[in-house]
């Protein structure tokens, strides 16, 4: 067998995958970023003492409406307490769509 026939399909192989690759990042938000985004947000009611999200991605439907979204919670001190907020954010854009206190 020639080399030529495994250099050729390896790699088209290759700039397939990091095309496609390149694509489904574009898609969604990194979890970072997206908790990144929240933060922002919820530093204007007061400071930040604590944050998580969860790196997988989950499907929540809001108003008859499926989303996939980032799950995660900001504790916050607000009038000498803290106040533990959870929150779904949109992985597309990062919108808050829900939050539970």
Same mark, same amino acid.
């Given at each position: 067998?020639?080399?030529?026939?495994?250099?050729?399909?390896?790699?088209?192989?290759?700039?397939?995958?990091?095309?496609?690759?390149?694509?489904?990042?574009?898609?969604?938000?990194?979890?970072?970023?997206?908790?990144?985004?929240?933060?922002?947000?919820?530093?204007?009611?007061?400071?930040?003492?604590?944050?998580?999200?969860?790196?997988?991605?989950?499907?929540?439907?809001?108003?008859?409406?499926?989303?996939?979204?980032?799950?995660?919670?900001?504790?916050?001190?607000?009038?000498?307490?803290? *106040?533990?907020?959870?929150?779904? *954010?949109?992985?597309?854009?990062?919108? *808050?769509?829900?939050?539970?206190?």
């Amino acid at each position: 067998m020639k080399w030529y026939k495994l250099i050729a399909p390896a790699a088209i192989g290759i700039t397939v995958g990091s095309i496609i690759g390149k694509k489904v990042k574009q898609q969604w938000l990194f979890p970072e970023i997206a908790l990144k985004k929240v933060k922002k947000q919820f530093e204007e009611k007061g400071p930040i003492t604590g944050s998580w999200i969860l790196m997988k991605l989950e499907e929540i439907e809001i108003r008859q409406e499926t989303y996939k979204v980032y799950r995660g919670g900001i504790t916050q001190e607000i009038n000498g307490q803290n *106040i533990q907020t959870n929150f779904y *954010i949109d992985a597309s854009n990062g919108e *808050i769509l829900k939050t539970e206190s």
